[in-house]
């Protein structure tokens, strides 16, 4: 029985009085007279009519991403049937693919520390297979060395460039190192002055000699889809246009060195003996494949009084560095055995490589980007460590720029001074005809000066002895403007600070990567990177599938922008950790590479989550567990974070990694003279 009351009466009735109406009990799930479905979010589970019977349904089953349904014929249990609030999301917990998967494992803080292990074991595992691969090559290198060198001990017959008399000839009838000037990249590749040096003026012919040249710029310059498949690369993968740019630069050498031992006449050259033979000039390079050189040799038919006169001019002599001050090609100076053999006939061969390895320690750590304030460290390690040991055994080497192009392009590199210093200024007076002006100037207006200016003006190294009188001074260089030698300029205290700064749009990236001095701790540090490339890895995974979940769209931006940055690190870094010989730093510096490039990847990340979750916040919330579920989702910075700091470590670690293995002799970094020079047998 239901209780109704009457109701009004039609055209001014009585109003009804009350009564009963007969009818049946709901079934469950309905109520009210006429048996309508409790509302969305209750449920009945009695028989019966009444209102309250509607019971709201339980909370706790109800994932924050779900809201409670209709239900035709109305809802009989407490476990009210729900849908996610997205079809996105994954029935029953309304969870994404990625959390499906942590839950898995029983949330977040086991799934991390049971990965964490997962991983350590994986290293420890990949440490024990590297130590064991590398440690086996490099004893099978040994081993086939030894064994090419007793192949050696049998009779045959010896080309003449295998005979060590050979060596000693070209020691003795070297005139002149001529550098190449340029940084050898495709808009400005090597090219070398017209007019000969005076080192090499008595024994080229000078009309013949500028042929020469031309010829030779054409063969060093690059055709013009090299460039652009390098600028291509460059903007889609960087580290493979780096690969790329150094095999065209291998070629180019390769090149150079062909076609002036084979396709050239040294018709240039006034012996005719070198002419016959072709055994004038050679052409070499530093092994970075940044500076290239032609030395010229006497050829043997010359006039006794000749000869000794231009060996006697072979210092000063300036020798360039390699690299160009980035990640990738650090500062150094390349001694190779010519001029080991040449600097010996003046300083043991032992001081003149300690001094080589203890410069290239130094030079390592300059950055071109920060140039004015990184050399003077290396200023003053030549005045404290260098200096003192060399004067002692007559010789002294002075920083310096050298062959500044139009570009504003210019090289680092030492000049070095044999014998008494008085000898170079001796000569003034011939010069100062000629350079008088430039014999006189002074430090503070060369100091103001650019670089574009200073390298305008022709030096001469006959004003040495005057430069070293006074540290205020520009120290000048040995040349005539008429002869086309090297141009350049001394680097003290003062100097230093005109030296020209070039930045570009990769500037940002030497801020992350730079060369650092060594830290030791080699196999540890190996076993943490190891470890962290697994991490990367898996965060990298984590973190594709949580975008491949928010849109296709977002998934490939973040994959392909830059392509193949994002998963091209692991391999990377495997090929780094594995590698064996000399070209492990290499490997390990491309590996820093493709870590660094594929920032842009999380960047993209970042944008994408951005615009993604800024964008469905804004929209207005009409249900409790719609507002709850945006708050779970404003977490999806947190992978790209992490990733984001797994990058910046793996830089450092690869960073010192590379310290190492280039630097293994910490002594070189000594503070204490006497103790770096205690080690020069080593």
């Known amino acids: 029985m239901t209780s109704s009351s009457g109701g009004a009466g039609d055209g001014g009735g009585l109003y009804g009085e009350e009564g009963t109406v007969t009818g049946q009990k709901c079934p469950k799930g309905l109520f009210g007279t006429f048996c309508k479905e409790c509302p969305i979010g209750t449920y009945n589970d009695v028989e019966g009519s009444n209102a309250s019977l509607c019971t709201p349904c339980s909370l706790e089953i109800l994932p924050n991403r779900a809201s409670f349904i209709y239900v035709r014929g109305g809802v009989t249990q407490s476990s009210c049937p729900y849908k996610c609030i997205s079809e996105k999301y994954r029935m029953p917990n309304c969870y994404t693919p990625l959390e499906e998967l942590i839950y898995t494992f029983w949330g977040p803080w086991p799934f991390a520390l049971l990965l964490s292990c997962v991983l350590v074991l994986i290293a420890l595992l990949l440490s024990t297979l590297r130590i064991k691969f590398v440690r086996s090559g490099s004893s099978d290198h040994t081993a086939n060395a030894i064994e090419r060198q007793s192949h050696h001990h049998l009779p045959y017959l010896l080309s003449l460039s295998e005979i060590r008399g050979t060596r000693a000839e070209e020691t003795q009838s070297h005139v002149h190192r001529m550098y190449f000037m340029g940084p ?15 080192a090499i003026i008595e024994i080229v012919y000078e009309d013949s000699f500028n042929r020469f040249i031309d010829e030779i710029n054409s ?43 084979s396709e050239y006449d040294h018709s240039c050259l006034r012996s005719c003996r070198s002419r016959a033979l072709y055994k004038g000039m050679k052409v070499g390079a530093t092994p970075d494949l940044m500076v290239a050189y032609i030395d010229f040799f006497l050829g043997g038919d010359e006039k006794r009084l000749d000869m000794v006169a231009i060996i006697q001019n072979r210092f000063p002599m300036c020798l360039i560095f390699g690299g160009d001050g980035s990640y990738m090609s650090p500062y150094n100076l390349h001694s190779d055995m010519l001029l080991t053999n040449l600097l010996g006939q003046h300083v043991p061969a032992t001081v003149w490589n300690r001094l080589v390895a203890g410069l290239n320690a130094q030079l390592r750590t300059v950055r071109h980007g920060s140039i004015r304030s990184a050399l003077v460290p290396v200023i003053n390690w030549i005045r404290s460590h260098g200096n003192p040991q060399l004067e002692f055994h007559g010789v002294r080497i002075e920083l310096g720029w050298f062959q500044a192009t139009a570009t504003g392009y210019y090289q680092l590199g030492i000049l070095v001074v044999v014998g008494d210093y008085s000898l170079y200024s001796s000569n003034q007076s011939d010069l100062s005809d000629r350079n008088h002006d430039e014999c006189t100037r002074k430090a503070g207006a060369a100091a103001q000066r650019s670089l574009q200016k200073l390298h305008q003006s022709p030096y001469t190294s006959h004003s040495l002895q005057k430069l070293h009188q006074s540290p205020y001074t520009s120290h000048a260089l040995s040349r005539k403007r008429t002869s086309g030698g090297i141009n350049g300029g001394l680097i003290n205290d003062a100097t230093v600070k005109s030296l020209d700064i070039r930045k570009d749009f990769l500037y940002p990236l030497s801020l992350l990567l730079h060369n650092t001095r060594p830290v030791g701790l080699e196999d540890t540090l190996q076993l943490l990177i190891s470890i962290m490339l697994l991490a990367d890895c898996s965060v990298t995974l984590l973190t594709l599938l949580q975008f491949y979940w928010v849109s296709l769209g977002a998934f490939l931006a973040v994959l ?30 491309i590996y820093a590479l493709w870590n660094s490039t594929s920032l842009s990847n999380i960047v993209v990340a970042f944008i994408c989550g951005i615009c993604h979750y800024g964008l469905s916040s804004l929209q207005p919330s009409q249900e409790a567990n719609t507002s709850n579920a945006k708050r779970e989702d404003d977490r999806w910075w947190l992978l790209p974070t992490i990733l984001l700091l797994f990058k910046l470590i793996q830089a450092r670690f690869v960073d010192w990694h590379v310290a190492n293995l280039e630097v293994p002799d910490f002594s070189l970094f000594s503070s204490d003279p006497d103790t770096f020079w205690a080690n020069e047998s080593s």
Do not use: T
């Not at 050898?184 to 005076?198: A, G, K, T, V």
């Open 560 to 589: 392909l922008i830059l392509p193949l940055s994002l998963l091209s690190p692991f391999p990377a870094g495997m090929n780094a950790l594995f590698s064996r010989g000399p070209r492990r730093a290499s490997h390990s510096r």
């Open 219 to 261: 063969v060093a310059a690059y055709d013009w889809w090299e460039g652009s498949v390098h600028s291509i690369l460059s903007v889609l993968a960087y580290p493979c246009a780096w690969s790329w740019e150094q095999w065209r630069r291998r070629n180019k050498i390769h090149r150079l060195q062909e076609f002036v031992k």
């Open 184 to 198: 050898n990249i495709f808009r400005e590749p090597w090219h070398l002055p017209y007019s000969p040096p005076n």
